[in-house]
């Protein structure tokens, strides 16, 4: 597929996140920049998706304040996720010819990409076929949800949104308790640092995500992961 362009933003609002891919998916439709994956951490921040089910959010709008948890209803795929600090956060923003195109296979490939990830610590990934997410065992902790955002200037889409990989224990003390992740009630969530017992950076299981994006998705070239410049 070409080169791959990737960036770490550190910790950003989801707000501006989020403006910043619509941007570079119309400079990725108008063939102004090559594919890119951004790799970040949120401030705390609950996310609602498509399929819209604000019963799954157990916190009123007082007690999200007095926490300092944002709320965003988003244009992605999916139900309710949380976004916080030590969590890593992938939006591969990929123009996807029309010739082929297999979204669901995209979608796999995402899960993919981290399955290969967590074999590096000697954790066996794997998915739930009624789920899209990565899991241990029955916990997950990977989420995934995405757009397909039809081109402007050629046949196919540009994808963004992605997938919230939780590293350290705190994501889930510190904000999966207050909703039904994904409307799953019957699965908890875990995280990197729960299975090994070792303490990671999100920016540093960000660069052992790299090769392995590379081999799923077949690009030749990837740049090496440096900060973002506005």
Known sequence: MGLLTTDWLSTIDYGEGWELQK????????????????????????????DRHPEHLLYGKDELARRGIAL????????ITYHGPGQLVGYP???LDAVGLDLHRYLRNLEEVLIRMLADFGIEGGRKPEYTGVWVGEEKIAAIGVKFNKA???????????????????????????????????????????????????????????????????????????????
Do not use: M
């Open 23 to 50: 941007r570079l998916v119309k400079e990725i439709d108008r063939e102004e920049r090559p594919d890119t994956l951004l790799l970040l951490e949120h401030s705390p921040t609950y996310t609602i998706g498509s």
């Open 72 to 79: 965003y209803e988003i244009d992605r795929g999916g139900d």
């Open 93 to 95: 923003l990929i123009y």
């Open 152 to 230: 402007r200037t050629r046949r196919g889409f540009v994808t963004s949104h992605g997938f919230a990989f939780n590293v350290r224990d705190n994501v889930g003390r510190d904000g999966f308790q207050g909703i039904i992740p994904c409307g799953i009630t019957e699965y908890g969530v875990t995280s990197l640092e729960a299975l090994t017992g070792q303490r990671y950076e999100p920016e540093e299981i960000g660069r052992r995500v790299l090769p392995y994006f590379s081999e799923v998705f077949g690009y030749g070239t990837v740049t090496p992961l440096e900060t973002l410049s506005s």
